[in-house]
């Protein structure tokens, strides 16, 4: 048995949830992939998978099992990139998490580093915020873009670099179209737009968290006419619906073309969440890390950050 394929088989199935589709990302036969599971669990002496007639999730034994192949999957990938040296420069995957409100600075993060550094393969995967702090403590994930300030991670144990501040709009249908991009429109106070039919993401969000402590701070409980769990479809309830939306700035950048909506920067009070890209601090970092952290420390992409998250330049 190679222990170290097998725990790559593992990873991939705790992340497909689904041996079918496990054993595709891997380029091996799904019974190739059981098997080498079973092969592993008998050396362990231990059930790490819980199987029906599909699978259904890891065991105790098998969450263990698991935080230790990340360390040492990521070990061994460390180590062959030592012994490459420089001659071929950082090469390697890099798995970012984002939450969802800020997938597409992190899309653009990724593709900007991967034009730099060709031998890189960003991956990047949408999260909440509780998926990118177990992300990050089970190490696999190696950089998480999210709100710094509300993480769970003892502090020592998390390097931060704050990136923007997320500042808040009201989204909804103008008057009269007017242009060829968005309109910006005047200033609103929360409690005037908390009387508005809201399309809001889901209770379990925390960018819905931020809204309703917002909206508190002027004494209003509001519910919402409707609720999604994915931010890129708040701007279609608006679009196509009687709807108003919130949104961050960065999530305008993609509605920068419908001239029929109107964005409003919200006030009183005025909320600004602070935005960062995350990682364990006790982990050696690899040279693709190296990078990357390069990268997103540079005044060039922070300039570009800043951009992308308010296009509308207020």
């Given at each position: 048995?190679?222990?170290?394929?097998?725990?790559?088989?593992?990873?991939?199935?705790?992340?497909?949830?689904?041996?079918?589709?496990?054993?595709?990302?891997?380029?091996?036969?799904?019974?190739?992939?059981?098997?080498?599971?079973?092969?592993?669990?008998?050396?362990?002496?231990?059930?790490?998978?819980?199987?029906?007639?599909?699978?259904?999730?890891?065991?105790?034994?098998?969450?263990?099992?698991?935080?230790?192949?990340?360390?040492?999957?990521?070990?061994?990938?460390l180590?062959?990139?030592?012994?490459?040296?420089?001659?071929?420069?950082?090469?390697?995957?890099?798995?970012?998490?984002?939450?969802?409100?800020?997938?597409?600075?992190?899309?653009?993060?990724?593709?900007?580093?991967?034009?730099?550094?060709?031998?890189?393969?960003?991956?990047?995967?949408s999260?909440?915020?509780?998926?990118?702090?177990?992300?990050?403590?089970?190490?696999?994930?190696?950089?998480?873009?999210g709100?710094?300030?509300?993480?769970?991670?003892?502090?020592g144990?998390?390097?931060?670099?704050?990136?923007?501040?997320?500042?808040?709009?009201?989204?909804?249908?103008?008057?009269?179209?007017?242009?060829?991009?968005?309109?910006?429109?005047?200033?609103?106070?929360?409690?005037?737009?908390?009387?508005?039919?809201?399309?809001?993401?889901?209770?379990?969000?925390?960018?819905?968290?931020?809204?309703?402590?917002?909206?508190?701070?002027?004494?209003?409980?509001?519910?919402?006419a409707?609720?999604?769990?994915?931010?890129?479809?708040?701007?279609?309830?608006?679009?196509?619906?009687?709807?108003?939306?919130?949104?961050?700035?960065?999530?305008?950048?993609?509605?920068?073309?419908?001239?029929?909506?109107?964005?409003?920067?919200?006030?009183?009070?005025?909320?600004?969440?602070?935005?960062?890209?995350?990682?364990?601090?006790?982990?050696?970092?690899s040279?693709?890390?190296?990078?990357?952290?390069?990268?997103?420390t540079?005044?060039?992409?922070?300039?570009?950050?800043?951009?992308y998250?308010?296009?509308?330049?207020?």
């Amino acid at each position: 048995m190679n222990l170290l394929s097998s725990m790559r088989y593992l990873v991939a199935l705790s992340e497909h949830k689904h041996f079918g589709r496990a054993a595709e990302a891997c380029h091996i036969t799904q019974p190739a992939l059981s098997n080498a599971i079973k092969a592993l669990e008998l050396e362990l002496g231990a059930t790490i998978v819980r199987r029906d007639r599909h699978f259904v999730g890891l065991t105790s034994e098998g969450e263990r099992v698991l935080a230790s192949s990340h360390v040492m999957l990521r070990e061994q990938a460390l180590l062959m990139h030592e012994l490459q040296g420089d001659k071929d420069g950082p090469s390697g995957d890099i798995r970012i998490g984002a939450v969802p409100t800020a997938m597409g600075i992190a899309v653009r993060f990724g593709a900007s580093l991967q034009a730099q550094y060709r031998g890189i393969t960003p991956k990047v995967f949408s999260m909440s915020s509780d998926h990118l702090e177990s992300g990050l403590a089970d190490l696999s994930l190696d950089l998480a873009l999210g709100y710094i300030d509300r993480t769970n991670i003892p502090v020592g144990k998390l390097s931060r670099w704050p990136q923007y501040n997320e500042h808040y709009f009201l989204l909804r249908r103008a008057k009269k179209s007017k242009g060829k991009l968005l309109q910006l429109g005047p200033t609103i106070g929360w409690r005037d737009a908390g009387v508005m039919p809201l399309c809001l993401l889901t209770a379990d969000m925390h960018n819905r968290a931020i809204i309703d402590a917002a909206f508190t701070t002027v004494g209003l409980h509001v519910v919402p006419a409707m609720e999604v769990n994915s931010s890129f479809s708040m701007p279609m309830c608006v679009s196509d619906g009687d709807l108003c939306s919130i949104l961050p700035g960065t999530l305008l950048a993609n509605v920068l073309h419908l001239t029929h909506l109107e964005a409003l920067p919200l006030s009183s009070p005025q909320v600004v969440t602070p935005i960062g890209f995350m990682a364990h601090a006790s982990t050696r970092p690899s040279r693709a890390m190296q990078a990357a952290i390069a990268w997103l420390t540079s005044d060039a992409w922070l300039s570009k950050a800043r951009l992308y998250s308010n296009p509308l330049q207020l």
